[in-house]
């Protein structure tokens, strides 16, 4: 049986969710409630169906499951148009949004609070959940159903953890985007032409991050193969190691993502 789901909201996450059900071998039912036209053209384009408020919905809708998508901030102001779908799984992936806060805009449903990230588009997605006690073995089922095609799932038992994870995967493909940027632009200070620069860093991440997904070894053991003693990696290694410098900055980063979640769900 095809299953129906309502997407809220369709921006970068919500679009990288929707692609991935998509491509999935037994698809589901999606419609997608977006007001902004550019975004509702787009996931259209999909296959999905597209409407721009939930006044579209037909009065005999009855999804399976509703993944709210919309920003932290807009969450208030939309929940009560959706509670009318008390049968269904909600599915929430706004950062900081609490599962008391969702509650309250929606009655005693069945809630999941879920954080995915955005290369849930390719398949690739780190995706960490935790259910109410509403949410019953079925629903929860489902919920791993939708998100296992679209990458690693991790559930969590503790509310709290949803946050953690929120610092980690959900913020953390900036971090790589950030290092590739930061790569070029070193391999441009050395005197690499621009494009050269450019694709030598991103293939390099790839391609380090490929042998790391696939070795058996951990991470410090393939770092270790790679450093050859008074080599050049040991050279820039120093530079990164001294003092745990980088370990140091990625926990300062991780932690200052950590806080705005807790903040957003104070908010």
């Given at each position: 049986?095809?299953i129906r789901l309502l997407l809220v909201g369709c921006g970068n ?95 005693e449903a069945a809630i999941v609070r879920c954080m995915p990230n ?150």
């Amino acid at each position: 049986m095809t299953i129906r789901l309502l997407l809220v909201g369709c921006g970068n996450m919500g679009h990288a969710m929707l692609a991935g059900w998509m491509n999935m071998p037994d698809a589901p039912e999606v419609t997608v409630v977006e007001p902004a036209d550019a975004l509702r053209e787009r996931a259209a384009a999909t296959g999905a169906v597209a409407v721009a408020s939930a006044a579209e919905l037909p009065a005999d809708f009855a999804p399976e499951a509703v993944i709210l998508a919309v920003k932290p901030q807009m969450m208030g102001k939309v929940l009560p148009d959706y509670a009318r779908f008390g049968e269904a799984c909600f599915v929430s992936i706004a950062a900081g949004t609490t599962m008391a806060a969702l509650t309250g805009g929606l009655g005693e449903a069945a809630i999941v609070r879920c954080m995915p990230n955005t290369p849930a588009a390719i398949g690739r997605g780190v995706f960490g959940f935790t259910a109410n006690d509403r949410t019953t073995p079925e629903q929860r089922a489902l919920v791993r159903r939708l998100l296992e095609p679209a990458g690693t799932v991790f559930e969590v038992g503790d509310e709290a953890m949803i946050d953690r994870i929120t610092a980690v995967s959900g913020s953390g493909p900036a971090y790589l985007f950030h290092f590739i940027e930061a790569l070029a632009a070193a391999a441009k200070a050395i005197g690499l032409p621009d494009d050269v620069a450019v694709e030598a860093a991103r293939q390099t991440v790839f391609g380090a991050a490929a042998l790391a997904e696939s070795s058996p070894e951990d991470a410090e053991t393939l770092r270790k193969a790679v450093t050859s003693p008074g080599g050049t990696t040991a050279a820039a290694l120093g530079v990164l190691m001294e003092d745990d410098r980088l370990t140091r900055l990625m926990t300062q980063a991780v932690e200052a993502a950590f806080v705005r979640a807790e903040e957003l769900g104070r908010d």
